[in-house]
């Protein structure tokens, strides 16, 4: 499976963006779908993440209220639409897939990861 993330770009802060992550085909191993982001001189940190399926959805606290995912099971597209931006929201941006199991929050236990779209929001 490969992942393909866009919909980066330079933003005002305070405006919206939404980013795309198209996977190659839907399989048991990317079933659940992350986003995270990786700061300029810090750890990438989960985001938010979701199962192809309505069965589960889950968002970081400190993005939850102005950030949510979506897919579109139809294109095989995960979305994350992130409102409110301010210039702390300033990262590469990254989706990945694994299985479903615990820790969906852990970077570590995402093994297919597609190349970041950077985000970069103005003050």
């Known amino acids: 499976v490969q992942l393909q993330a866009s919909g980066g770009g330079l933003v005002q802060a305070g405006d919206s963006l939404r980013l795309s992550c198209a996977a190659s085909e839907r399989s048991a191993s990317v079933e659940v779908m992350g986003w995270f982001r990786q700061a300029p001189g810090k750890e990438r940190e989960f985001v938010a993440a979701r199962t192809w399926s309505d069965g589960w959805i889950f968002v970081a606290d400190f993005v939850r209220g102005r950030f949510t995912i979506s897919r579109d099971n139809a294109k095989n597209i995960v979305f994350l639409h992130m409102n409110s931006l301010s210039p702390e929201d300033t990262a590469v941006y990254y989706c990945?897939?694994?299985?479903?199991?615990?820790?969906?929050?852990?970077?570590?236990?995402?093994?297919?990861w597609g190349r970041g779209t950077l985000v970069t929001v103005s003050s």
């Open positions: 990945a897939g694994r299985p479903v199991g615990p820790d969906s929050t852990s970077v570590a236990t995402y093994k297919t």
